[in-house]
């Protein structure tokens, strides 16, 4: 049982983490297109952010229905990092904690 938890703890912390990493990437691209650095004519470019758009809206969708509308500034990656980054705290513990009592 107990090793059971440790896998699914380790599958939260990647997953987190992924999540942490698609955000940061899709915010660097955005500044790319805002600044014309980047052609979003190419249709690998455009294929590319239709994919990071449908993997990050999920989480975008429910934090912009409580935040303010404040134009063209978008704080819902911001936030949902903020929470990626609170969860990450318990579940990188606890994942530590159990490698401990593993090498133990």
Do not use: H
């Not at 699914?8 to 698609?22: H, P, R």
């Not at 294929?47 to 758009?53: K, R």
């Not at 993997?55 to 936030?79: C, Q």
């Amino acid at each position: 049982m107990f090793e059971l938890l440790n896998a699914l703890n380790g599958i939260v912390y990647i997953v987190l983490e992924a999540i942490w990493w698609i955000i940061i990437v899709q915010a660097v691209l955005s500044w790319l297109i805002a600044f014309n650095v980047i052609n979003t004519s190419n249709e690998y470019v455009r294929n590319g952010l239709y994919a990071l758009d449908r993997m990050t809206e999920p989480l975008y969708r429910p934090v912009r229905k409580v935040l303010p509308d404040l134009g063209a500034l978008d704080l819902s990656p911001m936030v949902v990092l903020l929470a990626v980054i609170i969860l990450q705290g318990p579940v990188r513990e606890n994942l530590f904690a159990a490698l401990m009592r593993a090498a133990a």
